[in-house]
C-alpha cells in the first residue's frame, strides 16, 4: 500500500488532489454499496460502470462504456440520476487498425435532457449481493463476480467480470469516508459473455474496468477547472503479460498511475513520473476538433520499475458534458497499444494490448465580472 503527500489548493479553489491518490487493497463488497446515509444534504457523485475492451468471437473489436450515477451539486445545473451506454463496435482490415476512422457509435445518458429524477436509481444492498438498477440496466456486485444485465439505449448486456487483482483506491479508501469525504477505486477485470445492438449478438471475451467512486463535499471539485488546458486522461490498456491504468490533468501536475502484473499493482504517482504525450492529432468532423490520436506513454513506478507505450486510436465516440458556467468535451477513443513493462529486477513483460482513453477537455468557460 502507498499514499501520496496532501497537495495544498490555492486559496479560493476546491482541492482536486481528493482524485489523485495511492492506495492497492483488496475489494470488499461493502465498498459497492450506497454510502449516501448521514449525507444526504451534501453534494454528491456516487457512481458505478464499467469500461470494457473486448474481441468478439466473429473479430469485431468492441468497446462498450455502461455507467450509473447520481449527481446532486450547483455545477451539473440539475441534480439527476444518469444511465449511460456508448457502445463502439468496428472491424477494420489489418491494415487499417492503425488509422483513425471517424466511426459510428450510439450513446445516450449524459445530456440533461436524458437525466432520469433524483431518486429513480435504486441501490439495493443484501449481505451477499449490492444491485444497481436505472433505466433497464442492471450492475450486480457479490463477493467476487460483477454482472451486467439488461438493455439500455438499445444495447443488451449479458456479461460476467472478475477481478484480475486488487482495487486501486485513487480516491480514497471506504474505510476512511467519514460524515464528509471520497473513496473510490478502479479495477481491471476479465469479462466475458453477450453485448446485442442492432439485431446482432456479439459473444465477447475481453477485459473491463470497474470504477466505483463517492464523493460527497459541501462543494463537489468542479470538472471545469480540472479540465482546463491540454484536458486530461482517463487512460486503461490491457493485455494478457500486464495492464496499466492512468489519471492526469495538465492543469495543476496531478496524476496517478498503476501498472498491474501478476496480481500485483506497481504504483506511480505526480506528473514528473507519469506522461501521455500525443504525437499524432486528428480533426474530429463530428466535434469540429483537432484531438490526439497516438500517444507515446511512460510510467516510472515507486519501485524504480519502469513501463513504455506507444498507443493508437483507430476510433472514437463522442459527447459533451455540460455544467454551470461552461462545457466539456468528451472523446472515447479506442484502438491498440504496444507496450514494454521494465521491473526493478531487470524482468521485462512486452504486450500487445486493447486500448482505451477517455480525453476531457473544457471548451468553453463562461467568463463574468464577478
Request: negative net charge; charged residues 20%.
Given at each position: 500500500m502507498a499514499t501520496v503527500a496532501k497537495q495544498t489548493p490555492a486559496p479560493g479553489k476546491v482541492d482536486q488532489s481528493v482524485l489523485f491518490q495511492m492506495v492497492s487493497q483488496p475489494i470488499k463488497l461493502s465498498d459497492e454499496g450506497a454510502n449516501t446515509r448521514g449525507r444526504e444534504q451534501m453534494e454528491t457523485f456516487?457512481?458505478?460502470?464499467?469500461?470494457?475492451?473486448?474481441r468478439a468471437e466473429t473479430g469485431e473489436d468492441i468497446q462498450l462504456w455502461t455507467f450509473l450515477y447520481q449527481q446532486r451539486s450547483s455545477e451539473v445545473i440539475?441534480?439527476?440520476?444518469?444511465?449511460?451506454?456508448?457502445?463502439?463496435?468496428?472491424?477494420?482490415?489489418?491494415?487499417?487498425?492503425?488509422?483513425?476512422?471517424?466511426?459510428?457509435?450510439?450513446?445516450?445518458?449524459?445530456?440533461?435532457?436524458?437525466?432520469?429524477?433524483?431518486?429513480?436509481?435504486?441501490i439495493t444492498e443484501t449481505p451477499s449481493k449490492v444491485t444497481w438498477s436505472l433505466g433497464g440496466r442492471e450492475i450486480i456486485a457479490t463477493k467476487d463476480l460483477w454482472e451486467i444485465k439488461g438493455t439500455h439505449n438499445g444495447v443488451r448486456t449479458d456479461l460476467r467480470a472478475r477481478p484480475l487483482g486488487p482495487g486501486f483506491f485513487h480516491v480514497g479508501t471506504f474505510e476512511k469516508l467519514g460524515k464528509q469525504g471520497a473513496a473510490g477505486y478502479q479495477a481491471h477485470m476479465a469479462i466475458e459473455g453477450e453485448i446485442e445492438a442492432k439485431g446482432k449478438v456479439y459473444k465477447i471475451t475481453g477485459y473491463a474496468v470497474h470504477e466505483r467512486i463517492y464523493i460527497a463535499f459541501p462543494t463537489i471539485p468542479p470538472r471545469l477547472e480540472k479540465n482546463r488546458g491540454g484536458g486530461s486522461?482517463?487512460?486503461?490498456?490491457?493485455?494478457?503479460?500486464?495492464?496499466?491504468?492512468?489519471?492526469?490533468?495538465?492543469?495543476g501536475g496531478h496524476a496517478t498511475a498503476m501498472v498491474q502484473?501478476?496480481?500485483?499493482?506497481?504504483?506511480?504517482?505526480?506528473?514528473?513520473?507519469?506522461?501521455?504525450?500525443?504525437?499524432?492529432?486528428?480533426?474530429?468532423?463530428?466535434?469540429?476538433?483537432?484531438?490526439?490520436?497516438?500517444?507515446?506513454?511512460?510510467?516510472?513506478?515507486?519501485?524504480?520499475?519502469?513501463?513504455?507505450?506507444?498507443?493508437?486510436?483507430?476510433?472514437?465516440?463522442?459527447?459533451?458534458?455540460?455544467?454551470?458556467?461552461?462545457?466539456?468535451?468528451?472523446?472515447?477513443?479506442?484502438?491498440?497499444?504496444?507496450?514494454?513493462?521494465?521491473?526493478?529486477?531487470?524482468?521485462?513483460?512486452?504486450?500487445?494490448?486493447?486500448?482505451?482513453?477517455?480525453?476531457?477537455?473544457?471548451?468553453?468557460?463562461?467568463?463574468?465580472?464577478?
Open positions: 456516487n457512481d458505478s460502470g464499467f469500461m470494457i475492451r473486448a440539475i441534480n439527476g440520476d444518469l444511465c449511460q451506454t456508448c457502445l463502439i463496435v468496428s472491424d477494420f482490415p489489418a491494415d487499417e487498425q492503425s488509422t483513425m476512422h471517424d466511426t459510428p457509435f450510439l450513446n445516450k445518458g449524459q445530456s440533461v435532457e436524458d437525466y432520469y429524477k433524483p431518486g429513480d436509481l435504486k486522461n482517463w487512460l486503461h490498456c490491457f493485455g494478457p503479460e500486464f495492464s496499466f491504468y492512468i489519471l492526469n490533468a495538465s492543469v502484473a501478476g496480481g500485483k499493482q506497481y504504483l506511480a504517482g505526480g506528473d514528473a513520473n507519469i506522461r501521455t504525450t500525443p504525437t499524432e492529432y486528428w480533426i474530429d468532423p463530428k466535434s469540429a476538433q483537432r484531438v490526439p490520436c497516438k500517444w507515446d506513454i511512460w510510467i516510472k513506478t515507486s519501485d524504480g520499475s519502469e513501463m513504455k507505450a506507444t498507443a493508437v486510436a483507430n476510433g472514437r465516440s463522442y459527447y459533451y458534458w455540460l455544467r454551470r458556467g461552461g462545457l466539456l468535451t468528451v472523446h472515447q477513443f479506442k484502438g491498440d497499444s504496444e507496450a514494454t513493462f521494465t521491473m526493478a529486477d531487470g524482468k521485462v513483460l512486452r504486450s500487445k494490448q486493447f486500448f482505451h482513453n477517455e480525453f476531457m477537455r473544457t471548451y468553453y468557460e463562461q467568463v463574468t465580472g464577478d
